[in-house]
Structures are given as C-alpha cells and as structure tokens.
C-alpha cells in the first residue's frame, strides 16, 4: 500500500527553520497537506489567536498569500495642520493615548511638526495605535543594534510606517513577527559582521544589503566565512561583489552548509584534475587551481 509523501522544496523548510517558529511550521504542514484553513483551529486544538499569529509568520517568510486588501497608499498624503492635531486629540483618548506612548518610548516632547507626521501614520496609514507603538519599538530597538545611542526620527520612523502599510503588517500579530525576526536578524548581521574582520563600525548600506541577501539565501555565519576567506585568498582582500558572487554560486547549486561546500568544492577539483589528465594527490582537496565555484565568481565579477 503506497502512502502519500507530502514533499517540501529545501529552500521552504530553511525559511521555516531559520524563523524558529514551531507554530508556523506545524501549520504549514498542516495547509500542504490539503487540509482546510478554516479547519485550522479545530483540527490543530488551538485557539484562534494562536492559529492567527502562526498565520502571520508565515505571511511574513513568504509562504502564504495575505488574502486581505492591502492598504493603498496614495501618492500624495494630505498636509496635516496643528488644527487636525488638535482636533484628533480632542476627537477621543486613542490618538491621545498614542502621543503618550511614543513621547515616553522616544524620550522626548514631539513637536507640532513631529506630531503631524504621527497623526499622519494614524489616520492616513490607518496602522491601529498598538501597531504603531511596535512601530516606534522596532525603530529604537534597530538604531541601537546599528551602534547609534540617539533615537530614531519621526521622518525615519514615518519611512519605517511606510513600508510596513506596503507590506500588510497593520495586526498586533504581524507586527510583533515582524519585529521578532528582523532583530532576529540584527543579531545575526552583527555575528558576521565580527566573521568578516570588519569590528565594531557601523556597517554601511550596501554592505548591509549584501549580508542580508546572503542571510535570506538561507547560509549562516559559518559559510559566509569560507566565502570571506576564499575572496582573501583570491583577491587579496575583501572585496563584496567577489564574495558575492561566490556566495550566489553556491546558492544556485543548492550549498548551503560548510558539509554541502566542502563535499561541492571537492568535486569541482576532481573534475579540474580530470580535465587535465590528472590524478590529484592524496590530502590535496581545496589546494591547486580554481575550482568551477570559484571560476564562475570570477566570471561574474569581471562582468559587473
């Protein structure tokens, strides 16, 4: 008797782990399964907020549709004036209670200026007052990561809020995943950081960036290293694109751990050898010319 073999691609299940949510994960095999998502609760004996915030991991790591209306955001916001802030703060407590909340997580009185920009995120956005306080949680908690000791900027915090409506996080579940697996991520970007001899200076953008697609392409700390050293090694210092394109290599072929790049890099060597007539002596692994992972690096490289 054939059983059913439900199957997941690997870059799936490297999302799924590398979040460290075990609800996301228990109900993603739940839903692959065929199974009803209404049924979600009952079938799983969970609660419905605890079905809700598994549902949001997901959304957030890309492996379910966000079947809600997205908020449009117009092109041109209207200009708030010091009238629609008093008559917000006159309206009811909620964005009143919201002023509060960011002065004393701010630690400082917002100005006129400051204010409409926040009334902006409130009634524009339409973000709910709770989404906004993680919000402006997220935004501190990111600047200290990034080495800076002054808090964040309305306008700053107001780019952040931006993204955020874009993207569908506007429930106190999305919200809290969200900020969860981005400084999740902060941490790790400063693990790499040290991996990559580069100290304790912050980190520019660009360099940013690159550390981050590496991380989303689902390698750790420990790869990212043997693609710093080959780059060294290679080039004679650390040049970003080289280590790259070394790295995007290594994803396209499915290396994702030291075991899969070692065992890839071996073959690579074998094939070099071969081509060229020749055995490769005992214990000579990783030595002698450029393996095909290297080569093509190099090629993408000297076609940037």
Same mark, same amino acid.
């Given at each position: 008797?054939?059983?059913?073999?439900?199957?997941?691609?690997?870059?799936?299940?490297?999302?799924?782990? /590398?979040?460290?949510?075990?609800?996301?994960?228990?109900?993603?095999?739940?839903?692959?399964?065929?199974?009803?998502?209404?049924? =979600? =609760?009952?079938?799983?004996?969970?609660?419905?907020?605890?079905?809700?915030?598994?549902? =949001?991991?997901? *959304?957030?790591?890309?492996?379910?549709?966000?079947?809600? %209306? *997205?908020?449009?955001?117009?092109? %041109?916001?209207?200009? @708030?004036?010091?009238?629609?802030?008093?008559?917000?703060?006159? *309206?009811?407590?909620?964005?009143? #209670?919201?002023?509060? $909340?960011?002065?004393?997580?701010?630690?400082?009185?917002?100005?006129?200026?400051?204010?409409?920009? #926040? #009334?902006?995120?409130?009634?524009?956005?339409?973000?709910?007052?709770?989404?906004?306080?993680?919000?402006?949680? @997220?935004?501190?908690? *990111?600047?200290?990561?990034?080495?800076?000791?002054?808090?964040?900027?309305?306008?700053? +915090?107001?780019?952040?809020? @931006?993204?955020? !409506?874009?993207?569908?996080?506007?429930?106190? $579940?999305? !919200? =809290?995943?969200?900020? %969860?697996?981005?400084?999740?991520?902060?941490? +790790? +970007?400063?693990?790499?950081? %040290?991996?990559?001899?580069?100290?304790?200076?912050?980190?520019?953008?660009?360099?940013?960036?690159?550390?981050?697609?590496?991380?989303?392409?689902?390698?750790?700390?420990?790869?990212?290293?043997?693609?710093?050293?080959?780059?060294? #090694?290679?080039?004679?210092?650390?040049?970003?694109? @080289?280590?790259?394109?070394?790295?995007?290599?290594?994803?396209?072929?499915?290396?994702?751990?030291?075991?899969?790049?070692?065992? /890839?890099?071996?073959?690579? &060597? &074998?094939?070099?050898?071969?081509?060229?007539?020749?055995?490769?002596?005992?214990?000579?692994?990783?030595?002698?010319?450029?393996?095909?992972?290297? &080569?093509?690096?190099?090629?993408?490289?000297?076609?940037?």
């Amino acid at each position: 008797m054939n059983e059913p073999v439900l199957s997941l691609p690997l870059s799936e299940v490297r999302r799924l782990l /590398g979040a460290g949510s075990g609800d996301g994960a228990l109900l993603y095999l739940y839903l692959r399964s065929g199974a009803d998502p209404a049924a =979600a =609760a009952e079938a799983l004996r969970w609660p419905a907020h605890r079905v809700d915030g598994a549902m =949001a991991s997901l *959304r957030q790591l890309g492996l379910l549709e966000d079947p809600r %209306q *997205r908020p449009i955001v117009r092109d %041109q916001p209207p200009v @708030y004036t010091e009238a629609d802030v008093l008559r917000a703060t006159e *309206r009811g407590n909620s964005f009143s #209670l919201l002023v509060g $909340e960011a002065q004393r997580r701010l630690g400082r009185v917002l100005s006129t200026e400051e204010l409409k920009i #926040l #009334l902006s995120l409130h009634d524009y956005l339409g973000l709910p007052t709770e989404v906004i306080g993680i919000l402006i949680t @997220y935004c501190i908690q *990111r600047s200290r990561a990034r080495g800076l000791v002054r808090a964040p900027s309305l306008r700053t +915090i107001e780019k952040e809020a @931006y993204y955020w !409506a874009d993207q569908g996080i506007d429930t106190l $579940e999305d !919200a =809290a995943f969200y900020m %969860q697996t981005q400084l999740q991520k902060q941490t +790790i +970007i400063a693990r790499v950081q %040290q991996r990559l001899q580069l100290g304790d200076r912050r980190l520019t953008r660009a360099e940013e960036q690159y550390i981050r697609q590496w991380l989303d392409w689902g390698f750790g700390d420990d790869v990212i290293a043997m693609a710093y050293e080959k780059t060294c #090694l290679n080039t004679g210092a650390m040049k970003w694109p @080289y280590c790259n394109s070394i790295l995007k290599s290594w994803h396209e072929k499915g290396l994702h751990t030291v075991q899969e790049v070692e065992g /890839g890099d071996q073959r690579s &060597q &074998q094939a070099v050898y071969q081509n060229n007539n020749r055995r490769p002596p005992a214990g000579s692994a990783g030595q002698g010319p450029l393996g095909s992972l290297e &080569q093509d690096a190099l090629r993408r490289l000297l076609n940037q």
